[in-house]
């Protein structure tokens, strides 16, 4: 014979099996399994000489002859062995599902010496436990992110392996040891997650050592269990800041400097890392005449040619700071140079400095000083005209260029200038100093830097702590300038001000949920009273924090579901409220227990409990609670940090559908009786069982055949067979009756 092999796929055998049957010229009959295929099951751990199954075999009728047993084929390695006399079937080494997870044994019955034998086939599946850690295909790994990435950007995905199968098999991740919070792993999936930004961190480098660890039970210790994976996370400066000038505009430099005299040193600063704040200078415009040299690296401007106040006294440079960065970044600056210039006598004035003081608010033309200077030449170079110089406030005096006396130009503001420097100077440029103090009279009310502020704070500030600091300015000086702080309209007794700094506090505990919104207004006075006071509008908002629980509706619901319905079919719908806003508010489901199997999922959104399988009636036994019932706790969550939660319960209930026949206890019933026993006597009991609950497994039995004339009865109930007839061993040695069980 020719025999192929095909799978459940179609997929026929490579190569066919020949099978060579010989007839043998004997009237022995074989002894003849009981089954034409055992299937039984052995953990891989099981030790040598570990029994596993037993196959029988029945001799023929009115055999003497003794039935010995032996494996024929199925096991070239040797591992298992067979009792010859009981047909026991036992390990003979040591099993390793991970080499090969099922053997099929042909098993042969042979009757004392006969040559003829019968065989049986042995499936064996090798069951799996947890002897294989995860391993990670590589020990150490780097990745590069950018500074800007948002949080929540996948940066790696560790992975491991585990030989072992099912829940053994089953991976989950963790991260180890981590030197910041700023990532995280999916358990399930081993992707690593950027949680906070790290735009503003100075770290640059982050190693994370990643572990996995299977799902085995009991789980291995963690030396065999875990296998660590070092992710080194590298953090690339992003070019995000220009550079910023920080000297000074403005220069002076005298007219008869050497050439290669230092004029200016131009500082830029760049905050960025690396070639991105590296700066180089260059001059834009303003250096036609290339009086200057700018030296790109360190910003050193010096004079390339000499230079004459009396053909340019004014230079007006635009310079170009310019960072490395890809693409670069830049800042201007327009810089004044001013040349000086040079005399060979200089007038001096009797005093180099002088200092008085004139009331605010005056007319104009009110005596302020005279000053005096002399001047060792002759001649017209000896006579000597008073000017002022240009500066901030000049304008606001004259100068009587014959005479040196200083008069105002102007009424004077102390608010606006309280000190004026005043160089004087006569024809050939020598100067003095004048320092002219204004004295204040209260003319002006204090003012806040804005009319309005707008600050939030979280309710779960403490009593007496410190949210805004105001500040109002009053240009008076001495006591016209103290300002004093107050507050006017309601704050419902949750703040108040300090009247001399201006901090305002809370006097309570903050409650959002009670009042999420305060709008009140600060007072700024000074010691005037008639001069109008300033004010400005604060308001608060009141920040939710995650201090309130989900609730449910209901702590208890219950629910009915028939069995059979196919996966995802809707049982119930939960509801929980949370009186927080925000992440702090948003409520997630979830299965806590009594999900045993994955029978059943939740939308973690909507509260909506389905089937994730098809449900038995008749294999819930080991969930049950209440007849064929499950009880899940459900757990509502939400978004806070941390989060909070509550449960309640569902007791779901499997309602039974007539599926499942009623099976016999056995296939054959053989009973053997005397022909003379008396009517009525009772010769056997059938019996059948039903997995149905209820009336589905309410079993009736009748005789459909065999039972032509009348010879027996069958109860239907109880499934027992009387006699009825007398029977005859002459007339009929055999009766072969067909019972039905509904």
């Given amino acids: 014979l020719t025999v192929s092999a095909r799978d459940g796929g179609g997929l026929t055998s490579a190569t066919n099996a020949a099978v060579t049957v010989n007839i043998l010229q004997t009237v022995l009959a074989p002894a003849i399994f009981e089954r034409s295929r055992y299937t039984f099951s052995v953990p891989e751990d099981a030790p040598e000489d570990s029994p596993i199954g037993t196959v029988k075999a029945r001799e023929p009728p009115n055999s003497l002859e003794v039935i010995s047993y032996r494996i024929s084929s199925g096991d070239p390695h040797g591992k298992f062995c067979i009792d010859p006399q009981f047909g026991i079937i036992r390990t003979k080494k040591q099993l390793d599902r991970e080499a090969q997870s099922v053997v099929v044994l042909t098993v042969q019955s042979q009757l004392g010496n006969s040559p003829v034998y019968s065989s049986t086939q042995v499936n064996i599946s090798v069951t799996d436990i947890n002897d294989n850690p995860p391993v990670f295909l590589t020990k150490s790994d780097k990745v590069t992110i950018s500074r800007t990435q948002p949080p929540g950007t996948a940066v790696y995905i560790a992975h491991a392996e585990d030989k072992d199968s099912g829940l053994n098999g089953a991976i989950k991740y963790r991260i180890a040891s981590k030197q910041s919070n700023a990532f995280s792993i999916d358990p399930s999936l081993g992707v690593v997650n950027l949680t906070r930004s790290v735009f503003a961190e100075k770290q640059q480098e982050y190693t994370l050592h990643v572990a996995a660890e299977d799902c085995g039970s009991p789980p291995l210790t963690s ?357 927080d806003s925000g992440l702090n508010g948003e409520i997630e489901y979830s299965i806590l227990s009594g999900n045993e199997n994955a029978t059943f999922l939740i939308d973690s959104a909507r509260g909506i409990l389905t089937t994730n399988t098809g449900l038995d009636y008749e294999n819930t036994s080991s969930y049950r609670f209440v007849s064929a019932s499950h009880q899940l706790v459900l757990l509502a969550s939400d978004h806070g940090t941390p989060s909070l939660n509550s449960t309640a ?36 009991e059938v019996s059948a069982k039903d997995c149905d609950a209820g009336s589905n497994a309410e079993i009736t039995y009748a005789i459909i055949s065999g039972n032509d004339r009348g010879h027996f009865h069958l109860d239907g109930r109880t499934g027992s067979v009387n006699l009825m007839k007398m029977l005859d061993y002459e007339d009929t040695m055999k009766f072969t009756l067909i019972i039905q069980a509904t």
Avoid at 497 to 506: A, C, L, Q
């Fill in 223 to 579: 030396l065999l269990m875990l296998d660590s994976l070092a992710v080194k996370v590298v953090i690339l400066d992003v070019n995000d800041n220009s550079p910023n000038f920080m000297s000074s505009p403005l220069s002076y430099v005298m007219e008869d400097v050497e050439m290669g005299f230092l004029v200016h040193h131009i500082i830029a600063k760049d905050p960025d890392e690396g070639r991105n704040g590296q700066v180089t200078y260059h001059i834009l415009s303003g250096n036609e005449n290339k009086a200057f040299v700018l030296d790109k690296i360190t910003g050193l401007l010096t004079t390339a040619q000499l230079l004459d106040r009396e053909v340019q006294e004014r230079y007006v440079l635009t310079v170009m700071a310019l960072d490395d960065g890809s693409p670069a970044r830049s800042a201007t600056q327009v810089l004044t140079i001013i040349v000086l210039d040079v005399n060979d006598e200089t007038p001096v004035f009797l005093k180099q400095l002088y200092k008085t003081a004139v009331h605010e608010n005056q007319d104009p033309g009110e005596f302020v000083i005279k000053v005096e200077a002399v001047d060792r030449d002759a001649g017209l170079n000896s006579l000597l005209q008073y000017e002022i110089l240009p500066g901030t406030g000049y304008e606001k005096f004259k100068m009587n260029s014959d005479s040196g006396e200083l008069v105002t130009a102007a009424s004077l503001d102390r608010e606006t200038q309280e000190v004026f420097s005043i160089k004087g100077s006569p024809s050939r440029s020598s100067t003095a100093q004048l320092y002219l103090t204004v004295l204040d009279e209260n003319d002006h009310s204090p003012l806040f830097a804005k009319t309005q502020y707008q600050i939030s704070v979280t309710e779960d500030l403490e009593e007496g702590s410190a949210i805004l600091d105001l500040s109002a300015s009053d240009e008076d000086d001495g006591l016209n300038g103290e300002v004093m702080y107050s507050l006017i309209d309601n704050t419902y007794g949750a703040f108040t001000i300090d009247k001399v700094t201006g901090s305002i506090v809370t006097t309570k505990a903050l409650d959002r949920e009670t009042k999420s919104l305060y709008t009140f207004r600060a007072v700024a006075s000074d010691c005037s009273t008639h001069l109008p006071r300033s004010t400005t509008v604060m308001t608060v908002l009141i920040q939710d924090v995650n201090d309130n629980v989900p609730k449910f509706e209901q702590s208890y619901h219950k629910a009915l579901v028939w069995e059979g319905h196919s996966p995802e079919t809707d049982i119930i719908q939960v509801f929980a409220t949370d009186l």
């Fill in 649 to 684: 319960t569902v007791l779901i209930t499997v309602l039974d559908v007539n599926d499942n026949p009623p099976l016999f206890s056995s296939p054959e019933y053989h009973v053997h009786v005397k022909e003379s026993i008396p009517i009525g006597s009772h010769i056997t």
